[in-house]
């Protein structure tokens, strides 16, 4: 029997409701640098505070995206490759991912309540051994044709097959 090869993505979106220690941090410094990187992309005689409107304004906005995920490396790299956020069957936390897109889902410069990002996290290639019950089931090792340690996520809103390799069989 074949097995397919799937990549999951993960969207952990952070706004100033967050009572976790680490997503405050993430909202404060990603907040800090997108008020000092926005001043590059908005004119100064007719300043536009939120992101969306001075991205209809001035397209190359588009880069504070990556300008504003800066600020979030550091914390990123804090997490050791593990995404804590999402817990699988047995209450672990140890999904693992290999990169990250942190994207600005809207901000204002005036008012620091109003911003929110979204961090989609991308794991290794795995096997897709099955779903059962509502829960994938997974294996980090791709090699494997019989045996497999697996991983139980159960399915979640913000979890998502964002790559498929069936193999033919």
Not at 23 to 29: I, T
Not at 104 to 124: A, L, Q
């Amino acid at each position: 029997m074949k097995f397919s090869k799937i990549r999951m993505a993960f969207r952990l979106v952070i706004d100033s409701s967050t009572t976790v220690t680490w997503q405050k941090y993430v909202f404060e410094d990603t907040y800090r640098e997108y008020r000092m990187q926005q001043q590059l992309y908005n004119n100064p005689e007719n300043p536009k505070p939120t992101f969306r409107e001075l991205l209809y304004e001035n397209e190359k906005a588009e880069k504070l995206h990556f300008l504003t995920g800066m600020a979030a490396e550091p914390y990123i790299r804090q997490l050791k490759g593990n995404i804590y956020e999402l817990q699988d069957a047995l209450g672990n936390s140890y999904l693992p991912f290999v990169n990250y897109k942190l994207d600005i889902v809207n901000t204002d410069s005036n008012d620091p309540s109003r911003h929110k990002i979204g961090i989609t996290f991308y794991t290794p290639l795995m096997v897709l051994v099955d779903i059962v019950d509502r829960h994938y089931l997974l294996s980090k090792d791709t090699d494997a044709t019989a045996h497999w340690e697996i991983l139980s996520f159960p399915m979640h809103p913000n979890l998502a097959i964002c790559y498929l390799e069936k193999e033919n069989e």
